[in-house]
């Protein structure tokens, strides 16, 4: 039974989990925002703490397999080194539960922001939809959005 259960825990099925468990929270963003459910369950800690355990799962897995936790300092010495590290399957799943936590958490902190200063949701859908695909990009129009709407810059809030 637990091998059964360990192995269905692959990277691969982890990755495709990954991907549809997401979207339903991306969902309530998008559509009900001010909901409830979306308060408790998307804008909340909840999704993050979900994607950390998911995220200690695989480097539980990486330090079983003998992985040398010093060889990821080495993405910082150069393009090649990155591309290298991305060629394991784990480090290439650490960093995409980073994409989809920080992702996640940007969109449900527009989310918030534009509910705190009343900007219409219509203004915060695209930038909404492009923070789920790409991330900083979605940050910045959103940002710029901002800034027609409030009048004013606000650049540590």
């Known amino acids: 039974m637990i091998e059964q259960i360990y192995t269905f825990f692959s990277i691969d099925m982890i990755y495709i989990w990954l991907n549809f468990a997401v ?5 309530m963003l998008i559509f009900f925002p001010q909901t409830q459910i ?20 695989i480097i539980f897995e990486f330090f079983k397999n003998g ?3 010093l060889d990821i300092f080495n993405l910082y010495t150069g393009i090649d080194e990155l591309i290298n590290l991305y060629s394991d399957k784990y480090f290439t799943i650490i960093f995409w539960i980073h994409f989809l936590a920080i992702n996640l958490f940007c969109g449900s902190w527009i989310v918030r922001d534009y509910m705190r200063i ?6 915060a859908f695209v930038p909404i939809l492009l ?6 990009v979605g940050l910045l129009i959103y940002w710029f959005f901002r800034i ?6 606000d650049l540590y809030d």
């Open 38 to 57: 979306c308060k408790i369950f998307v804008t909340s800690i909840f999704p993050l703490m979900l994607l950390a355990i998911i995220d200690l799962y």
């Open 23 to 27: 979207l339903p929270f991306w969902l």
């Open 148 to 153: 027609f709407f409030s009048k004013k810059i």
């Open 131 to 136: 923070t789920y695909f790409i991330g900083p």
């Open 67 to 69: 992985f040398n936790f």
């Open 118 to 123: 009343n900007m219409p949701r219509f203004l």
